[in-house]
């Protein structure tokens, strides 16, 4: 991660045996998450002792990139719409930043 950048962690419970359905929603969405001005990079991952649980990690210039570009407008309406209907409860979302190494 790049100086001055904040990742997001969003912590997603999928409905069990909708798991191949939200992977292919979310292919599907990822253009829009993902082109959004400020945001670096996007990766969803799987959990393999827990399959119905996917971590999204997407890096933002800043906290209000995230917000203001993307939650506030329709990127996350069009997003919520194609992954929304799968998810078990509603994900926990929180943003971090790099703790510098030892010098």
Known sequence: ML?????EVA????????????AEAYAKAHP??????GCRS???TRGI??????????EWDSVEAHVENF???DRFTTW????GPYFAA?????HFTDVPPPA
């Open 3 to 7: 100086p001055g950048m904040v990742l």
């Open 11 to 22: 912590l997603i419970d999928v409905v069990a045996g909708q798991e191949e359905a939200f």
């Open 32 to 37: 829009t998450l993902a082109g959004t001005p």
């Open 42 to 44: 996007v990766r969803m």
């Open 49 to 58: 002792e827990s399959p119905s649980r996917f971590v999204l990690l997407v």
């Open 71 to 73: 939650r506030e407008t």
């Open 80 to 83: 919520r719409s194609l992954i």
């Open 90 to 94: 509603p994900p926990v979302v929180e």
